[in-house]
């Protein structure tokens, strides 16, 4: 039997973060809402992901990464590569002025840590109806 089309399978995010507790709990709240994921540790993992096919539908991305890229800077890059991909940067308290400046490079939307639920299904959705995808049903 052939294997499904990309169109027949569930979105694709990808998820950024240096910070292996941290991906864990956003790759199991991204597939509890109906989404295929792919991770990264690092930014530079994140951008080869990012170019990767299939491609991901969106990424959520970690602000604050160790490394040759930070956040902001693996933002600039996908988006460099891949100007229509959404990309929903992940921040704690401490970096919010730092996510809403990342808006100006292209960011779609940011998320607070810890992640709620029902934000992140929001945004998902809108990330979805950027990249002409369906959302999962609720």
Request: aromatic share 2%; proline share 9%.
């Amino acid at each position: 039997m052939p294997s499904p089309s990309r169109a027949d399978t569930k979105p694709l995010v990808l998820l950024i973060d240096d910070e292996r507790d941290v991906l864990d709990v956003l790759q199991e709240c991204v597939e509890s809402i109906g989404y295929a994921t792919v991770t990264a540790r690092n930014g530079v993992a994140g951008l080869a992901a990012a170019r990767a096919e299939p491609p991901p539908d969106a990424v959520l991305l970690d602000i604050a990464m160790p490394g040759a890229l930070d956040g902001a800077q693996t933002l600039r890059a996908i988006k460099a590569h891949s100007p229509s991909l959404p990309v929903i940067m992940v921040t704690a308290n401490s970096d919010l002025s730092l996510a809403q400046g990342t808006l100006r490079d292209g960011a779609l939307d940011y998320l607070m840590k810890p992640v709620e639920i029902a934000r992140l299904r929001e945004v998902l959705m809108a990330a979805m109806a950027v990249s002409g995808k369906a959302a999962p049903p609720e």
